[in-house]
């Protein structure tokens, strides 16, 4: 449906072209993020979680006829089971600075609570009413 659609034109195999400090496609008011579209980050659910909150203040800015705010960034966090109550992370930005930077968090029981709280914020935000 996408590719029939006309949008991956000028994308990446087959992904959605998007300006990658907007999610804009070249359709006025049309935007992608996550898995169909061709911005050069990771298709993880943090970063479009992230993508979406971009779009959605671009959007805001364009009904209120207010300055566009800031750009995608295409940063998260992802967290990586080691066994035995241990969790390590990667910080990644892909965006912000000259090159994309990835540094690994060392595991950690620390890292394990974090996590299990990022979890927890995400089901409470997702899944139970205000």
């Given amino acids: 449906m996408v590719e029939a659609s006309g949008l991956t034109v000028d994308g990446g195999d087959g992904w959605i072209h998007v300006d990658p400090r907007t999610l804009a496609t070249p359709y006025p008011g049309v935007y992608a993020i996550g898995d169909c579209a061709d911005a050069p980050v990771p298709r993880a659910g943090v970063f479009a979680e992230n993508a979406a909150r971009t779009v959605a203040a671009h959007i805001a800015a364009q009904l209120h006829r207010t300055p ?31 090159k994309p930077a990835a540094p690994f968090v060392t595991p950690s029981a620390e890292l394990a609570t974090e996590k299990a709280e990022f979890a927890a914020t995400r089901v409470r935000r997702w899944f139970t009413g205000p």
């Fill in 68 to 98: 566009a705010p800031g750009k995608y960034l295409g940063q998260g966090s992802c967290y990586i089971e080691f066994g035995d109550g241990l969790v390590g992370k990667v910080d990644a930005d892909f965006l912000s600075g000259p």
